[in-house]
């Protein structure tokens, strides 16, 4: 079973575009993480979120942890081409569950 | 952060073979976790390894088919046994330090 589901699967957009993708659950996390992966590499942490409603900004990124610690958002302002990837949320239980990833897009 | 030495990076392989990835952590850790990302899916945890312990597998994971050693702090492998077409993923290692670090992945094709 799968418990964390992401939206949208697919993100196609031009440079410059602003976008968000969505992490959503029935169970809470002691903490979310939020990954990006590009093709022949692993997983790169972009940032833990541990406090509900908790809001943190990485450059054009911004990370939202949701206040029943169940969901999660992340923003992107401005896409640029590098930010191509697939984006994977992860909530920490007694282990690490994966999110069912975003693949973004960004054309020039 | 560490710095995780995953190897092969991809590998083609005849069905009924199996195939060790090693592991290589640059700092001693507890556990490291092996997982699988089917073709364009997420990951999926396989199991965690303790060394010094028999390692834990999730729900659908058997020590079988994916026998792990953990013979000190720094270093796993894993193996996929008696391999099908269906085993053909990305196998990832990773480690846990305040974050998860992840290996560069073996792509493994079984022909």
């Known amino acids: ?108 | 952060s560490a710095v995780i030495s995953q190897k092969p990076s991809r590998d083609i392989c005849q069905r009924g073979t199996s195939l060790t990835i090693q592991c290589q952590v640059d700092s001693q850790v507890t556990m490291m976790f092996w997982y699988r990302q089917q073709p364009g899916q997420s990951l999926t945890l396989i199991a965690t390894a303790n060394q010094g312990s028999e390692a834990t597998y999730e729900s659908g994971f058997v020590i079988d088919k994916f026998p792990i050693s953990r013979p000190n702090l720094t270093f796993s492998t894993l193996t996929v046994s008696n391999m099908s077409p269906e085993d053909s993923s990305i196998y990832l290692c990773s480690v846990d330090q305040g974050g998860y670090t992840f290996g560069s992945g073996t792509r493994l094709t079984v022909v």
């Open chain 1, 1 to 108: 079973t799968q418990l964390l589901e992401q939206s949208p699967q697919f993100l196609s957009i031009q440079e410059g575009e602003n976008l968000t993708v969505y992490c959503n659950s029935s169970s809470v996390f002691s903490s979310l993480q939020w990954y990006r992966q590009e093709p022949g590499e692993g997983p790169v942490l972009l940032v833990t979120v541990v406090t509900g409603g908790e809001v943190k900004k990485l450059k054009r990124l911004t990370f939202q942890f949701g206040d029943a610690r169940k969901d999660s958002s992340l923003h992107i302002t401005a896409a640029q081409p590098g930010d191509t990837g697939l984006y994977l949320c992860a909530g920490a239980l007694d282990k690490l569950i994966f999110g069912t990833g975003t693949r973004l897009q960004v054309f020039p």
